[in-house]
């Protein structure tokens, strides 16, 4: 059913956005109450450990709880956690260290941990830590013989970045259940918010390589393909590093990594001085049940805190970090709720403890939810396309170039993409004077961005675009019928070529929506139909109808599954292509 929206968020020469009420009775039943974030570990083994910084204490009152003994009942040693440098996939691969003994309220020297507690000779229990540890390189930097005037000059006058990251985060979303870090974000910081940031791709790969790097996902896997290595691509974090900068790189979840799923071989040498991929991995293959847990700690607030102590035992020092968050949100449109408090505090902390004085935050989203009960309907196709972005700067930094901050301001109503925000690390990474104000495909947030651009001109594919265009439904037409038979034919020769003989053949049951995107263009007209198929499934497929009849001919352009498939696809290897495939039974 059609959505009847309230008037436009944004009206642009170049790009309206429609004002949709964010709690519309259409999509309010998706929305529920969940449990706080210490409830929800609660029941899982407990953790005994205190941990400040480097040292670890017992909870001799949580010992006896849990386990039904005293600290003088156990003994408990250490492991460290490495990626196995040595293996074809170190990413993917990992080795521990000796056992190093661990006394109640001892330091830990090493950096990601396992520490195991036995009694009677018998293991009690295994948790897992991140441990902050300063690096050596940090603070002998400038005594170096290599470190000069030149450099020292720019180190003191560096702002440093922390992108902090929400998987399937739209704004309106973020909206709706982070209310209180969104608070913080606009009147204690005076964060920018971008309301027009546009999605440039389908998925994470599609939309944080061209954060990360500048270049559009299908350039970035051409050039992986052709070197076996992504340390082929121009990471803007190597413009950082060279100017003196710390790295941080933390993906929540290590086996879909950027760079390893589906079948990536990640980082031959590790990407940054803090890469915990190690600890990560160990996390989930030992508790895979346990996702979201590790002991009886929710496992993202373990790693938020990691990276706000890591954050501040080097506030003194120029750091670029990359923080991705996924567990929470990646498939649950209200796992927000229980992260609100938790990045909230994580904000504040840094504010509190002078980070924020010199370090440009990025909050923001790679997409909204795009699978779902949610993401079938008008309002959730919209959010798909609409991340959260908000950039919060030093007021140091605003106070010295006025004229960024006044695009800052009117940008905030522009059609800008993950492109632009790469464009606006690489400006920054020339400080103390602003670099240039574009790349090849982004133009920074800090420069002017014309009202009269485009989705086209901002380098986003039409299926993927926001702005509400022309639109003509073509509810019950034959060409919109005919398109529909196309697509479910092409979906059934894709799923053969990729997985041949593995998949059941889809048939068209019904058309849900279809409609004309913009008219003819260049002899072609756009489409997009939903449909559903026997056995259910529900596609989304953009396409065009080339030429003129009687001889046009159907093309596809980009397909999308909307409702869940993973307990259909367990006979098929890791691939992106899963989607269009049910596997055939007995197989």
Known sequence: MTIHYDGYLLKTPGCSLPLYNPYHWIIRRYFAENATYEALCASRNLTVFVQDFNRFTIDSDALRRGYNVSDRDIYCYYREVFRDNNASVPDTSIVFGPPVLLTNGSTVEAEYVQISCKTNGSLLFEDYFFVPQPKKRLHESLTGPAWNETALSRKTNSTSILILGLDSTSRMNFHRHMKRTRKFLKQDLSAFEFIAFNKVGDASFANLIPLLTGLAGHDAESLIARSQMVEVLPFVWNLYKSRGYATAYVEEMPHYGLFTYPNFTGFARAPAEYYPVSILRLMDETHFDERYCVGSRLKTKALVDYVGQVLKINRHEPMFSFVWLSYLTHNHVNGLQIMDGMLEDFIRELSEHAVLENTALFFIGDHGPRIGPFRIGEIGRYEDKNPVC????????????????????????????????????????????????????????????????????????????????????????????????YAVSYINALAELHFPGRCILWELDTVQESSVLGGRVAGKVLLRVVITTRPTAHFEVYGELRGESPSQENHVNFLHRLDWYSNETQCLPESRWQKICACRPHI
Not at 395 to 421: C, G, I, M, S, W
Not at 460 to 483: H, I, K, M, Q, Y
């Open 390 to 485: 908000f950039l919060a700067l030093p007021k140091r930094f605003l106070a010295e170039h006025p004229e960024a901050a006044v695009q800052l301001e009117v940008n905030q109503r522009r059609l800008v993409t993950h492109y632009d925000l790469h464009a606006t690390l690489v400006a920054l990474s020339s400080l103390p004077a602003l670099g240039k104000g574009s790349t090849n495909m982004g133009l920074s947030l800090m420069d002017r961005i014309p009202p009269e651009r485009t989705c086209a001109d901002a380098f986003v594919p039409s299926e993927f675009c926001a702005c509400f265009g022309d639109r003509v439904n073509l509810e019950g037409n034959r060409v919109a019928t005919s398109f529909a038979r």
